[in-house]
């Protein structure tokens, strides 16, 4: 085989661009106010061991996380979640899933179960239980639709 080798000089010449690791967060990392004794809700409890706070894992090894379908939610640990919100436990989302499955998941929280999510800082999502329609004036009744962030992009409701 001939190698041209005004070719192989042109190619030499070029500049070489290393691949590049993806950005590691600057640690420790802000807590936005966030406690120690904080709960983060995902499906995944590794993004939340980053801010060293307890993570809440509803669907661990339950439910594939590239799916839509609620049916896959497993209902087991809804009455956990709801009784840490109903005992004043602060319980925060990632606004950006890491998955299509969370923020479905999160949807369905709000539809079904009476838990939403309102905007907290630029992290996360507080969630809330709604117990009694007539304690609010209706507009804290609804989730903010940043907290259903996936790829960038608001997910809608199905």
Same mark, same amino acid.
């Not at 669907?59 to 087991?76: C, F, H, N, W, Y």
């Not at 840490?84 to 602060?90: A, E, K, T």
């Given at each position: 085989?001939?190698?041209?080798?005004?070719?192989?000089?042109? !190619?030499?010449?070029?500049?070489?661009?290393? &691949?590049?690791?993806?950005? +590691? *967060?600057?640690?420790?990392?802000?807590?936005?106010? !966030?406690? %120690?004794?904080?709960?983060?809700?995902? @499906?995944?409890?590794?993004?939340?061991?980053?801010?060293?706070?307890?993570?809440?894992?509803?669907?661990?090894?339950?439910? &594939?996380?590239?799916? @839509?379908?609620? &049916?896959?939610?497993?209902?087991? @640990?809804?009455?956990?979640? %709801?009784?840490?919100?109903?005992?004043?436990?602060?319980?925060?989302?990632?606004?950006?899933?890491?998955?299509?499955?969370? *923020?479905?998941?999160? #949807?369905?929280?709000?539809?079904?179960?009476?838990?939403? !999510?309102?905007?907290?800082?630029?992290?996360?999502?507080?969630?809330?239980?709604?117990?009694?329609?007539?304690?609010?004036?209706?507009?804290?009744?609804? &989730?903010?639709? +940043?907290?259903?962030?996936? #790829?960038?992009?608001? +997910? *809608? %409701?199905?």
């Amino acid at each position: 085989m001939r190698v041209d080798r005004g070719l192989l000089n042109r !190619l030499l010449d070029l500049p070489i661009l290393p &691949s590049l690791p993806p950005p +590691v *967060p600057a640690y420790p990392l802000d807590l936005e106010g !966030l406690s %120690k004794e904080s709960i983060i809700v995902e @499906t995944l409890g590794k993004r939340s061991m980053d801010y060293n706070v307890v993570p809440f894992v509803p669907v661990k090894g339950s439910a &594939s996380l590239k799916e @839509t379908d609620m &049916s896959l939610i497993p209902q087991r @640990t809804i009455p956990h979640l %709801k009784k840490l919100l109903m005992d004043d436990y602060d319980v925060y989302s990632f606004k950006e899933s890491q998955n299509i499955f969370e *923020p479905h998941y999160f #949807r369905y929280l709000g539809a079904e179960q009476g838990i939403i !999510l309102k905007d907290y800082s630029k992290t996360f999502c507080k969630m809330v239980i709604v117990e009694n329609e007539s304690k609010t004036d209706g507009k804290d009744l609804e &989730s903010d639709d +940043v907290c259903y962030m996936y #790829r960038g992009k608001i +997910v *809608p %409701k199905n």
